[in-house]
């Protein structure tokens, strides 16, 4: 519109250049080539006039021109500037003795003006008037502008045309005036206006009034009433401008209603967002640069805004002091001015936002801002920098949710399905530092309060909170945590936590969880090659038993194998370093109770080690020593040391009704490496030996439990006993040595019952989890069993996974002369000392598995013919097979 203005001023001195010479001349057409050549020398034009000069001479002179053209500058486009039809003009004569101009008429009839510029910039209107000046340049001092008193009634231009090109960017503007009326009786008194035009394609039609032109040239009280149509869209305003020169000073009612912005955009020839219908109501007024907005309303985007308040159009973001109110009934609304917020907006709501919000010194004040997200409300008292939010703001928060879910598209990320939330507390920042005071967050079942200082994480120094967390069960923080935990409660966990120089550190912390509790300090270094954790932990009580999964169902298809082939993640134990140090009181478990737990362990670059593990359980003591090198990315170098004093196996839930006394010694030093258990098994050295005290194995059902296998296995050998009676064992010992992977029992398998005594020896493969073992059954004097009574010798067969009882004096005699092999100590020196030399009875077999050498004592072997071992064999058959059975759950357990 300020180009049209320009554009319509440049016709108006024209015209009124040639009144000028119109008036001077009496005889208008008898001088009319002087007056051509005058513009044309005055202009650098060509310059025509086509119809004649008419005057009308009367106290209102009227003053007529037709056929008028003006030339165009020599670079330009066509070849004529200005075509005019006709122009008319009516100047009284009597104001013009005051000194003053007094039009009636002015009028404009088919005017064609092309305005436009070169590659330079020079407009066309710039005329060539080189060389025609004489004399020195002459300065001209700025001056008030200084407008004589004209007086114009009205101004009546149709059928007019307005370009303009522009040479640099080659735009083209167009107007078409189809009637422009401004009317005024006065000079002092208004103007009404009726503009009728197209712009670019755009239909324009104004219709009211403004001021007189005598408040326009003294910059007074200018006043606005007018309707402007822009395509569609309707702009009424009202009101008026104090200096209307300046547009300072406005005073305005507005209403605007558009179904698009695509007009404006074409007029002010600048892409605008594409934000549907608009609706805009409101006043505002304007002082020193600051405009006030007084019930502002807006419809737009699907949404409704409201402001009142203050702002400035040349820095709405400094200084301003607003009330806002916006309702919409989704934030994705504002995707469609993402260009001007930088941001995409997810599909949530419907959002109710109000409040007070300000700018001082850089910062938005935020007073009770509330934000209602369909039931879910935020409240904000505080500062924001205008900068930076992030950086500098200090705040009150409140928030209540009613799921946190509800937020995934607004935090970017999945939250869990919790709630309803509350938070509420004051958060700042200064320097980097993130202040927390008094925050609290709420769930349901939940409470975590939060007191401190945090750093940006990245820098991992700095940061200081104390943290205090209250749960009414572990199970509350499932959704959070992505895993499954228990329900274990109450729950409280109450710590300081902290950065310094590139680590965490969890100091005075105090966590428990129903009757499970802990206490201690850990760090976890961040910053060397490899995360390392470092703990001091302390415990009165470890309920894990809430963590333990129920035990499985036996699988129907067993397993052909006990020792596993799959790879060993030898990688994972170089993940990370960790220094632990805890000790408990009790730890307790579903099978046991562990007491007077205490564990050190350190694991640097794969390499673990536990020095010491000790532990009081059931009735008795476990210690254990165990080294880990997993550094070799191929191979893990296994050495572990277990001493086990006093165990009580009825401690076993698996035991407890089956097994009276019977306390038992264990020792195990063993050694190997690999790269899965089966190879470390494979290779394995050492030595093993268990000892068992007196006890009683009591009479029960058939099950597997291993008490079972041993009951079954005793009245295999004695298949007269029936297994209605408990089995009285004084002691037991198992003693194998362990070499390449080869366990050997040279007489190491040994028990001493109440009513005979058994000795075993034979080979365990470890690399094939073959079995190898043979098993004598001893009648011991006075206790009413005869040796016919007995069965066979037993030989115990198959694997680890399946092992199979055999009643077969051959094979158990090519068991033993293997072990005297396998042991080095004279081949068959075994069965050449009668080790299974029924004729003579081991006293005390549990010293002999011992190595202790005990003095043999004669027994009745005579057999009638009615006791031969075949009978007995046969007597036997079924016993045998379930002993076998028994033996093999017996033995697959010592190696679980």
């Known amino acids: 519109m300020g180009k049209i203005l320009k554009i319509i001023a440049v016709v108006v001195v024209f015209l009124f250049i040639a009144l ?9 057409n008898k001088y009319k080539g002087e007056i051509i050549k005058l513009v044309e020398q005055q202009t650098g034009r060509e310059f ?27 670079w330009g486009s066509a070849p004529d500037m200005a075509r005019v039809k006709s122009f008319e003009i009516e100047i009284g004569l009597i104001p013009l003795l005051s000194g003053n101009i007094k039009i ?42 200084g407008f004589a008193s004209i007086n114009i009634n009205e101004v009546n231009i149709k059928n007019s045309s307005l370009t303009y090109k522009d040479g640099k960017t080659g735009n083209l503007t167009k107007v078409k005036i189809d009637n422009f009326v401004i009317e005024g009786s006065t000079f002092s008194q208004s103007l009404d206006i009726v503009l009728n035009a197209v712009y670019n394609e755009i239909p324009i039609l104004i219709d009211g009034s403004v001021g007189s032109l005598a408040s326009l040239t003294e910059n007074k009280q200018f006043p606005l009433d007018f309707t402007t149509r822009v395509g569609d869209a309707v702009i009424k305003i009202e009101g ?38 608009l609706e805009l109501t409101g006043h505002i007024s304007e002082a020193k640069g600051i405009y006030k907005l007084d019930a502002v309303n807006a419809q737009a985007l699907g949404s409704q805004f409201n402001v009142d308040g203050l702002v400035s159009l040349n820095k709405p973001l400094e200084g301003f002091d607003l009330n806002i109110k916006l309702e919409t009934d989704s934030l994705a609304n504002f995707n469609k001015i993402k260009d001007l917020t930088g941001r995409e907006f997810p599909d949530v709501g419907p959002l109710h936002l109000k409040g007070h919000i300000s700018e001082k010194d850089g910062f938005y004040h935020l007073d009770t801002v509330n934000a209602n997200l369909g039931k879910d409300l935020v409240l904000l008292n505080g500062k924001l920098s205008g900068q930076n939010p992030m950086q500098g703001f200090d705040l009150e928060i409140k928030l209540n949710a009613e799921n946190l879910a509800k937020f995934n598209s607004l935090a970017g990320q999945e939250l869990p399905d919790a709630g309803p939330l509350q938070i509420n507390g004051h958060i700042s920042e200064k320097d980097g530092i993130y202040l927390f005071r008094g925050v609290n967050a709420e769930l349901p079942k939940s409470k975590l309060t939060i007191d401190g200082k945090l750093t940006d994480l990245k820098k991992t120094d700095g940061s200081d909170l104390n943290i205090n967390f209250q749960s009414t069960s572990l199970a509350d923080l499932n959704g959070f945590i992505g895993n499954e935990l228990p329900a274990l409660g109450p729950v409280s966990l109450i710590a300081n936590v902290s950065d310094r120089k590139g680590s965490y550190h969890l100091q005075d912390m105090k966590f428990k969880a129903d009757k499970t509790d802990m206490t201690g300090n850990m760090i976890i270094n961040i910053k060397g090659d490899r995360p390392a954790v470092t703990a001091t932990l302390k415990s009165d009580l470890l309920d894990l038993t809430p963590f333990e999964s129920a035990k499985k169902e036996e699988q129907k298809v067993k397993k052909t194998k006990v020792f596993s082939s799959e790879p060993l993640p030898l990688d994972s134990l170089k993940s990370m370093d960790a220094n632990l140090d805890i000790i408990a009181k009790k730890i307790k478990t579903r099978d046991l109770d562990l007491d007077n737990v205490k564990l050190v362990m350190t694991l640097s670059n794969g390499k673990l080690v536990l020095k010491p593990l000790n532990t009081d359980m059931g009735g008795g003591n476990f210690a254990m020593q165990m080294d880990l090198d997993t550094s070799n990315s191929k191979t893990a170098r296994l050495s572990t040391k277990i001493d086990i004093k006093n165990f009580q196996p009825s401690s076993l839930p698996d035991y407890k009704d089956k097994i009276t006394g019977g306390k038992t010694d264990a020792t195990i030093d063993v050694s190997g490496s690999g790269n899965s258990i089966a190879a470390i098994m494979a290779g394995l050295n050492g030595k093993m030996l268990v000892q068992m005290g007196a006890g009683t194995l009591k009479s029960s059902s058939t099950t597997k439990a291993t008490t079972d296998v041993l009951t079954s296995a ?22 194998l040595t362990i070499k390449d992977g080869i366990a050997t029992a040279d007489k190491g398998i040994a028990f001493d019952t109440k009513k005979m005594n058994i000795i075993g020896s034979g080979i365990i493969n470890l690399k094939t989890e073959e079995l190898d073992i043979a098993i004598d059954p001893q009648a011991r004097e006075g206790v009413g069993i005869s040796a016919g009574q007995l069965a066979e ?21 090519k068991t033993a002369a293997s072990v005297g092999a396998a042991v ?3 081949g068959l020196s075994i069965l050449a000392q009668g080790l299974f030399d029924r004729s003579t009875a081991d006293s005390d077999p549990c010293a002999t598995a011992l190595g202790i050498k005990p003095k ?12 031969k071992p075949k009978s007995v064999t046969e007597k036997a058959t079924d016993t045998v097979k379930d002993a076998g059975s028994a033996i093999k759950d017996t033995f697959k357990g010592l190696f679980e």
Request: charged share 25%.
């Open 20 to 28: 000028a010479i119109v008036i001077g001349t009496f005889d208008v």
């Open 48 to 74: 025509d006039v086509a119809g004649e000069l008419q005057l009308g001479v009367s106290l209102i002179p009227t003053i007529r021109v037709e056929g008028v053209k003006l030339g165009n500058a020599e």
């Open 104 to 145: 009636s008429q002015l009028a404009l009839d088919t005017a064609d003006i092309l305005l436009e510029t070169n590659k330079e910039g020079v407009g066309n209107w710039v005329f060539d008037t080189a060389g025609k000046k004489t004399g020195p340049e002459k300065t001209e001092v700025p001056q008030e502008a």
């Open 240 to 277: 008026a401008v104090a200096e209307p020169r300046t547009f300072q000073g406005a005073d305005l009612t507005l209403e605007i209603k558009a179904s698009s912005l695509t007009p404006f955009a074409k007029i002010i020839e600048k892409e605008l967002p594409d934000i549907g219908a």
């Open 714 to 735: 005793f009245n295999a050998m004695n298949p007269g006993a029936g297994g209605s009676e408990d089995t009285e064992i004084r002691c037991g010992v198992v003693n």
């Open 793 to 813: 010798l037993v030989k115990i067969g198959g694997t680890l996974a399946e092992p199979k009882a055999v009643p077969s004096t051959e094979a158990a005699l």
């Open 824 to 826: 080095a100590t004279g």
């Open 856 to 867: 043999a004592t004669a027994t009745t072997t005579t057999k009638t013919e009615e006791e």
